[in-house]
């Protein structure tokens, strides 16, 4: 962080700065100059800025592999999770009413089908393997008869671990089971081919790919039977799925970031992969040390650890100027340990002591290895001070 130099920012997997690209043609978009007219005024200047909504939604496709049709805007990925479960579960109901996802879903997952639950739905709740990984034979165990929506994320915002989408999605397509993915953490980070992939619905969001807040979107497949129910009543935009003014700043800032982000991916994957390797060998023989997920099988900018004697709170305060996250970062204002890596199988000491670590385009290996430094430091202080290990 330029402004802040004695902060460092490490938690990319909650939010992202803005490309200065993305910014510039945002503000281009805004003032008087730009195409501030309503997208839905029939007028020139409206046309203009219908113009410009569909050459962003052209951009985000684009990324996808996918048509700009099949886009719903929304205001961010937990507006499209709603959308999809809520959505997807009400449009179906009369078929059945059984639904399937996992424990250790983001929470606009997990509160959208505790939603559903109150509203006579029944909802199995599938754990993952010790690594994070969904059992595939454990999945298809699940589905029943009357199973018509099932939601499983691509990429884990806590431990960064990736579920296999494409096997799951085929299980659905098969039994014509509405399928919904929360690609939050991976749209713009992994490759992603919506043509090819078995996927009906999928949530996104541009702040975590270097776009601005308060945009999203939800893909919806061209196929039948995948359809939502509109959770919003309105102006009738975007077929009347998600009614209102389009904003179409923001909308211009997700097209561009999912421009930037294609022409880049390749080589941020591998720069991410060399940060966070090398974090993960300068932290690895630390006695008590343990990594939360599965470092094989993983997004590379996201890295979770446990370490064992070493109390969550004092460790928050002892890692100071680093900006990491404990748990989840739409979790810490409770002080609860991490629901996700209790479904991993930790204990509650050890959840409270894990730390995510998420590196970002401006993070460079001299952050990392300041960041290593003050992680070993803050540990062996800890374990210096802590009863039981006095000198
Ligand atoms: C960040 C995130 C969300 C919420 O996205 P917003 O756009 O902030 O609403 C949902 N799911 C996952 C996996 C996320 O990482």
Same mark, same amino acid.
């Given at each position: 962080m330029a402004e802040q130099q004695d902060l460092l920012y490490l938690d990319y997997a909650a939010s992202?700065?803005?490309d200065a690209r993305v910014a510039?043609?945002?503000?281009?978009? =805004?003032?008087?100059?730009?195409?501030?007219?309503?997208? /839905?005024?029939? +007028? $020139? @200047?409206?046309? #203009? /800025?219908?113009?410009?909504? @569909?050459r962003a939604a052209d951009q985000l496709a684009g990324l996808l592999n996918?048509?700009?049709?099949?886009?719903?805007?929304?205001?961010?990925?937990?507006?499209?999770?709603?959308?999809?479960? &809520?959505?997807? $579960?009400h449009y179906r109901r009369d078929r059945g009413r059984h639904l399937v996802s996992m424990r250790t879903e983001h929470k606009a997952v997990t509160d959208s089908f505790s939603e559903l639950e109150r509203q006579a739905f029944d909802v199995t709740w599938l754990d993952p393997e010790?690594?994070?990984?969904?059992?595939?034979?454990?999945?298809?165990? @699940? !589905?029943?008869?009357?199973?018509?929506?099932? *939601?499983?994320? +691509?990429?884990?915002n806590e431990t960064g671990v990736i579920q296999d989408i494409e096997k799951i999605g085929a299980i659905?397509?098969?039994?014509?089971? &509405?399928?919904?993915?929360?690609?939050? #953490? *991976?749209?713009?980070?992994? &490759?992603?081919?919506?043509?090819? &992939?078995?996927?009906?619905?999928?949530? =996104?969001?541009?702040?975590?790919?270097?776009?601005?807040?308060?945009?999203g979107a939800l893909y919806i497949a061209d196929r039948p039977g995948v359809h939502v129910d509109p959770l919003l009543f309105g102006g009738g935009q975007q077929h009347r799925l998600r009614p209102g003014t389009l904003p179409?700043? #923001?909308?211009?800032?997700?097209?561009?970031? @999912?421009?930037?982000?294609?022409?880049?991916?390749?080589?941020d994957l591998e720069r991410l992969a060399a940060l966070r390797d090398r974090f993960w060998s300068g932290v690895h023989d630390l006695p008590g040390i343990l990594l939360n997920g599965d470092i094989d099988n993983s997004f590379p900018g996201?890295?979770?650890?446990?370490?064992?004697?070493?109390?969550?709170?004092?460790?928050?305060?002892?890692?100071?100027? !680093?900006?990491?996250?404990?748990?989840s970062a739409c979790n810490s204002a409770s002080q609860e340990p991490s629901y996700v890596l209790r479904a991993l199988g930790r204990s509650d000491a050890l959840a409270q002591s894990a730390v995510r670590f998420s590196f970002g385009r401006p993070t460079s290996l001299m952050d990392v290895d300041f960041a290593v430094e003050h992680y070993r430091n803050a540990v062996d202080k800890l374990r210096r001070i802590a009863p039981g290990h006095a000198a």
């Open positions: 992202t700065p803005v510039q043609a945002m503000s281009a978009l =805004m003032t008087s100059a730009g195409s501030y007219a309503n997208p /839905s005024s029939t +007028h $020139a @200047a409206g046309r #203009q /800025s219908v113009g410009h909504i @569909a996918t048509r700009a049709e099949r886009l719903i805007w929304t205001s961010g990925a937990t507006e499209s999770d709603n959308l999809a479960i &809520l959505g997807g $579960a010790a690594n994070g990984v969904l059992d595939i034979a454990r999945f298809e165990a @699940a !589905l029943r008869d009357d199973t018509q929506l099932v *939601s499983i994320m +691509h990429v884990n659905c397509r098969e039994r014509e089971i &509405l399928f919904h993915v929360d690609a939050a #953490q *991976s749209v713009g980070k992994l &490759l992603i081919d919506l043509d090819a &992939l078995p996927v009906d619905l999928m949530s =996104m969001t541009a702040h975590k790919v270097y776009g601005p807040k308060g945009i179409s700043q #923001q909308i211009v800032g997700f097209g561009a970031a @999912a421009d930037i982000a294609r022409s880049r991916m390749h080589e996201i890295l979770n650890v446990s370490i064992e004697d070493i109390e969550g709170e004092s460790l928050l305060l002892a890692l100071e100027p !680093l900006c990491v996250a404990t748990g």
